[in-house]
Each structure stands twice: as structure tokens, then as C-alpha cells.
């Protein structure tokens, strides 16, 4: 059975909510692209 299909909710999956993994992910997204220059501070 997959994680998905299991019932559990995702901060059970993951040791995280929902809201605290969306937002790590971005964060990370724009460290990225700010090391490799594609996003520019104004």
C-alpha cells in the first residue's frame, strides 16, 4: 500500500505539517535560484 493511500495524515507520513513542507519548499526553490542568479533582489 502507498504512503498516499494508507489513510495517515501527512504530518504522520512526513513528521511535518503541510504548511511547515510548502513553505520549506519554497524557500529552498529561491535559495536556488538567487546561487544561480536567476532571481534578482530589488
Known amino acids: 500500500m502507498t504512503t498516499i493511500l494508507s489513510g495517515k495524515p ?3 507520513v512526513t513528521g511535518v ?3 511547515y513542507f510548502i513553505i520549506a519548499h519554497k524557500i529552498e ?3 536556488e535560484l538567487l546561487i544561480y542568479d536567476e532571481l534578482q533582489p530589488d
Open 29 to 31: 526553490r529561491v535559495k
Open 17 to 19: 505539517t503541510i504548511e
Open 10 to 12: 501527512f504530518s504522520e
